[in-house]
C-alpha cells in the first residue's frame, strides 16, 4: 500500500486548509485511516481516524477544529482544519491500518504563520 498526501503549504492563523491522503497499491476493505502531526522537536501524535464503517475518532485535544473525511468507495481521506494555530504547524502524515499492518506515507508539511 502506498499512501501519498496533498495540501501543504502556508497558512494564516486563523485560516483553513484541506489535506487529502490517497492509498493506492493493495488496499483492502476493513481498513482504517488516520492522520497523525509531528511537530518539530515533538512526539508525533494522532489527530484523527476513520474507520472502514464510517465511524470517526478524535483525542480530546483535536476536537472541534479538525474534521476527517472519506471519499465513499475510494481509499482517500481528507482532514479539513479550521481556525489554524501557529501550534498547528506540523508535518502531517497519513496512516492506512489494515490486516494487522500500518502503513505510512510520508507526510505533507505545513506552516500556520503571518
Known amino acids: 500500500v502506498q499512501l501519498q498526501a496533498f495540501g501543504g503549504g502556508l497558512v494564516q492563523p486563523g485560516g483553513s486548509l484541506r489535506l487529502s491522503c490517497v492509498a493506492s497499491g493493495r488496499t483492502f476493505s476493513g481498513n482504517v485511516m488516520a492522520w497523525y502531526r509531528q511537530a518539530p522537536g515533538k512526539p508525533r501524535e494522532l489527530v484523527a481516524t476513520m474507520f472502514s464503517s464510517g465511524a470517526t475518532n478524535y483525542p480530546d485535544s483535536m476536537k472541534g477544529r479538525f474534521t476527517i473525511a472519506r471519499d465513499s468507495g475510494k481509499d482517500t481521506v481528507y482532514l479539513q482544519m479550521n481556525s489554524l494555530k501557529p501550534e498547528d504547524t506540523a508535518t502531517y502524515y497519513c496512516?492506512?491500518?489494515?490486516?494487522?499492518?500500518?502503513?505510512w506515507g510520508k507526510g505533507t508539511q505545513f506552516t500556520v504563520s503571518s
Open positions: 496512516k492506512y491500518w489494515v490486516r494487522g499492518t500500518n502503513y
